[in-house]
């Protein structure tokens, strides 16, 4: 599984050892960092006209990723957007995260340099800081715990509860795409597990693949509707799925929802692929989880002005709550809205 | 091991129905906690002459700790309790938490809730808000991540590397406890597993295994200091044992120290304990971890302010750093400082 040619023990360096590897080079770029690694306590600086926002989530091996098919570094990274996404998702600009990983004796010090090398990379796209964390072993797995701290004007926070009536739903990029990635790179598993001859056959699945295996958080069209002038009411980001995230704005806005299944962003490569697996593009659309594009809803009075915004799709509105959840298909059929999303159990 | 009678599947409630099980209550007591579970992020407010400390640490269940002795409540306890007392370790008040946990299908709905009743009774005591966090399964095991959130003004922040030559060395408490209630635990594990007919016989020890099960932050001892017009020059707190802990500070501040082992306070059942183990409570006071006690430095002027405090104890000074680290025995042996203390691999 990996490739490297040199392989150090963990215990070799202990545990100090490790994080003084692991982080060697790490430069503090924002202001706010006043104290990274290296004490009890990361300090972070604060100003009264802003808010902080914090996020954390726990990414076990075996449920959340694959290492059979999920490289160290693409895994680092991912798991710091993941966060990230959370964090842009309240509006906020994420300037620092603290990584705690426990892994067990199968991973190498190199290993760990490879998923750092990854956690790294996000950092520097995103210009967030690293500034704590904890490494630890286990008897099994690989678990990664990131915490992420952001900052914002309070009027600038955008919660979930703020959707009204007739409001517009958008979303930002495309959906479905990583859930179909990564049935892809599960077929190919199986494929290889059955036959290991049989190459892998991905060179036509690079578009979901790469969504699944290297996500990006959609800020650039935080900073677009930002220019424009438009302050959305609710917005979520979508890790579980649209489904899943619809209902979290609806329940906490007090609204119904109606989705035109016609208007979600699906890429060709997800359609063709949904299809070819007997999968409806709009269900995968609806649950497949893992996208990290932006939910949002705003005002109808800024409709001219996001039209004109790349990459920002409007797929229904806003409800009174007594009409609940409802999207109509192509053929006009309209279909209760199911909760599905990803499961985590 | 769980002596709740009735059991409700996790995969029953699923994740938001847990998680909605387990914060049902919850309520925010500190001003600075703007927006608790249910968003994106948690929101914290800020002031412009305060900063933030961040803290994080991963538990795993096996390596951190074992259920076969350890109650649910009391490793939730515990698991707070641990992240505070790094926030108290930079003289800063803890605010809020972050609480990430995943669980094999081993676990109950009612083994989750006592779980949580210990974080919840460890939020009363020291006053903290639980405002987010993540529930997910694992394959196999407990593991538990805290991220615990603290504010300060600048001026009163203590970092390691402040320590000075002459200064003197000082610890809370007492030392060793936590390990040798561990030891005590251990055994009674092994004569149970060997004869599960044998009752455990811990009655003898309810002081240390108290302090293993469920120790607690030495905030109070900071406040008086406080009160007392001393602030220290360099703080930690003991988490991985008073040596590895004096050899970061003494790095960090490029000072050497010397500590008299018999200015170590070690409790009398800590000290009979040891000895009935054939371990040398000097060396279980240097290497034991767990503590959760606190090490610092003080100014030289600052000795008989901080001799009337209770509780504290000055247990050596801080040399030159080309003096290296040493401990004077009873017997007056100076001996080499081992940077042994609890390693996590």
Redesign the interface.
Known sequence: MFENNSRTE??DL??FG?IKRLTEGNELKNASS??GI?????????????????????L?E???FDLSYTPLKHLGYKAVVANLS??F??N?IPE?I?V???MSNRFSVEAMEELYDGIYLACDKYKVDL???????????L?I?I????VAAEED?I??NGAKENDLICVTGDLGAAYMGLQILEREKRIFLENPNIQPDIQNYDFIIGKQLKPECANKELEALKLAGIKPTS???ISDGLASELFHIAE?SNVGVIIYEEKLPIDQQTFDVALEMNLNPPTVAFSGGEDYELLFTISQSDFEKVKAIKDIHIIGYCTPVSEGMFSYTKSGTKISLEKQGY???
Chains 1, 2 share one sequence.
Do not use: P, W
């Open positions: 963990i215990s202990g545990e490790l006043l104290k290296g004490d009890d306590c990361a300090v972070v600086d604060a100003t009264s006209d802003t808010k902080k926002v914090i996020t954390t989530d726990l076990v075996g449920v959340h959370d964090v998702a309240m906020a620092q603290l705690s990983v426990a500034v704590g964390g904890d490494t630890s072993n286990t008897k099994q797995g678990t715990s915490t992420a701290i952001g926070i919660y979930r917005l979520i980001d906490q499961k985590a159990f």
